[in-house]
């Protein structure tokens, strides 16, 4: 029996070692591709599908990679689409986002992932403060990356408001609104924001209708809103080389705030090397992707090609 079970073994090795030497011999000479290895991280969760040139999605505050999905859908026959979750958001463990900062790390992270993954000069779109990873992973890493396009998002969410406004003074306003969600939840968050008597107009809005889209750790969710309401992207979009997109919801009520963005988004990405293009979907609000999936679609294959 010992015998029988010794000789299946040396059958099985001569059979699978000369097709494991065939195919790494053929990966040297280039007629297989190398295999890149699995990618783990603590910060960020990855979902990968599809083939063709690669699309990165970065959801924002208080959404998973599944805020894209309608868009993936559509996309993955001809294009591979990889969807980001930033740990912490929905129902995903919080990993070491636990502690420290979270938009810097998570693009890193992702930064990182395109390095090991062999990723080509991808197409990055990032919705709100998934729009800033997007803009810190372009100018980190230059030609690298194909192609940006942020989905209602700014490189200083305050700017919306008052185009003098700074970090500094803000960041009272920010602090505040981090202990709020700590302590209330994001439900009740805009609510106890508002008893204090803060307005904050337009970048509130686009901050806070995030939130309870699919929550999240208070935690992360808290750390989020800090970092969407007191980071000041404008001194890095001189480094960013590839061309921006920049698509947002907008209203054909000339009272609305939404009405008059696109002067607000020209004042606020004029750093870039080269001129943004502006796409209003007209009908949506922060949620571009979601309330307007049609129409934004339309913008994201005008944008690949």
Known sequence: MMIR??????????????????QVQAQIQGRLPVQAPAFSSSRIIVETRGTGPDIIFIPGLGSTGSAWRSTA?????????HLVTVRGFGETDIGDNVSGGLAGPAASEIERYIR???????AVIGHSLGGQIALRVAADMGDRIG?????????????????RATSAQVEPLARLGYQALLLFGDQALKSQVAAFGVDMGLAGD???????????????????LYEALTVDLRPRLSQITAPVTVVYGWTRDTEAPRNRLEGLYRYGFQGLPRTARFERIEGAQHQVMIEQPQRFLAAVQRFLS
Do not use: K, N
């Open 116 to 122: 090991e993954q062999r990723i080509d000069r991808p």
């Open 5 to 22: 079970l010794f000789v299946s073994l040396v059958a099985t090795l001569f059979v699978f070692v000369p097709a494991a030497q065939a």
């Open 73 to 81: 859908d559509r996309l993955d026959d001809c294009y591979r689409v």
């Open 206 to 224: 686009m901050v806070f209708q995030g939130l309870g889209l699919q929550g999240g750790d208070r935690r992360v969710l808290a750390q989020g």
């Open 147 to 163: 192609r940006v396009m942020v989905v209602d998002s700014s490189p200083f969410f305050p700017s919306l408001v008052d185009a």
